[in-house]
């Protein structure tokens, strides 16, 4: 039995694995802070695994999503209803997407936000452990939803908090609320996602007390994945039809000396720096 803090966390598996041995199959393992997060940023990891017998796909998700806005046909749900709805809308998304599992840590987003409170980075170091994934999406630290960058927070004290030989290898921080076109070149990494758009269209389609409020979240995505990658590279027809931006933080993870906002200050320089030279070379 996996015990997290709260009794209310669950682990659903689509195809019936006992938790454990679910869990234990991950490769690809992405924490988000809301239901339908893990559809927006993570799908490299989904799209990696689908379909393979070698490969496997976990998500987490922290929040329990009872503070949602609501519209349409959700507008008079209470928030334990909404809680309910969104908590069938992640399942839903891990039945169509093959998910190894998806985690349910069901903590209120203040909880997420308390540096104080140790109880779940210390879910997510138990999760690091029984799924020892080769990589882990998160959300990035220059994401402008205060909830998502303490999930990215959470997810860096969690594996430093392993022995260094657990770590995972790669740690990427992706985009939801807020892109990453703005990083250099040379700092950004592309994910190639122009395969299975009808999966990408579905994963997103599944969230419709996300979007029958009017935010069209599975359009707006869409259409930053064919952006990114018709803006990605100026020359040359477009290779990719649809990307997915990360900031890598697989550094901060492997050396616990960095200091968090120091490394992501120097994403920010780098930008500043190029902006600043361009202008200059050409004469101001
Ligand atoms: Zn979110």
């Known amino acids: 039995m996996i015990r997290f803090h709260l009794a209310s966390a669950e682990v659903f598996v689509p195809d019936g694995l006992a938790a454990e041995q679910a869990l234990a199959r991950t490769t690809h393992l ?5 239901q339908d997060d893990l559809e927006i940023m ?3 990891g989904i799209l990696a695994c689908f379909g393979r017998a070698d490969r496997w796909f976990c998500g987490v998700v922290l929040t329990d999503g009872s503070g949602s806005p609501r519209d349409g046909l959700y507008r008079y749900h209470s928030d ?13 998304a891990a039945v169509v997407g ?8 069901d903590y209120p987003s203040a909880a997420v936000k308390d540096r104080a409170n140790r109880a779940p980075a210390e879910d997510l170091t138990l999760l690091l452990k029984q799924t ?3 990589v882990v999406y998160t959300h990035n630290l220059a994401d402008k939803h205060d909830t998502h960058v303490a999930v990215a927070l959470r997810v860096v004290e969690a594996a430093r908090g392993l022995p260094k030989a657990e770590r995972p290898g790669r740690v990427y921080g992706c985009e939801v609320w807020r892109d990453l076109d703005w990083l250099t070149d040379a700092d950004k990494v592309a ?6 758009e009808n999966l990408q269209s579905t994963l997103l389609g599944v969230f419709d007390s996300q979007i029958s409020g009017g935010k069209r979240y599975d359009l707006a995505t869409m259409g930053r994945r064919r952006a990114n990658a018709t803006y990605y590279a100026s020359h040359d027809t477009d290779v990719a039809t649809r990307m997915i931006f990360a900031l890598d933080l697989t550094p901060l993870v492997r050396d616990t000396g960095l200091d968090v906002n120091e490394y992501v200050q120097q994403f920010i320089q780098r930008f500043a720096g190029e902006v600043q030279r361009k202008i200059r070379d050409l004469g101001f």
């Not at 992405?30 to 809301?34: D, R």
């Not at 334990?80 to 839903?92: D, F, H, L, N, T």
């Not at 994910?191 to 299975?196: C, E, G, P, W």
């Open 30 to 34: 992405a924490v988000a802070a809301h």
């Open 42 to 44: 993570a799908f490299d």
């Open 80 to 92: 334990a209803a909404m809680r309910a709805v969104r908590r069938g809308e992640q399942k839903k």
């Open 98 to 105: 093959e998910y190894a599992a998806q985690v349910l840590l």
């Open 132 to 134: 020892r994934p080769e």
């Open 191 to 196: 994910f190639d996602v122009s395969a299975h």
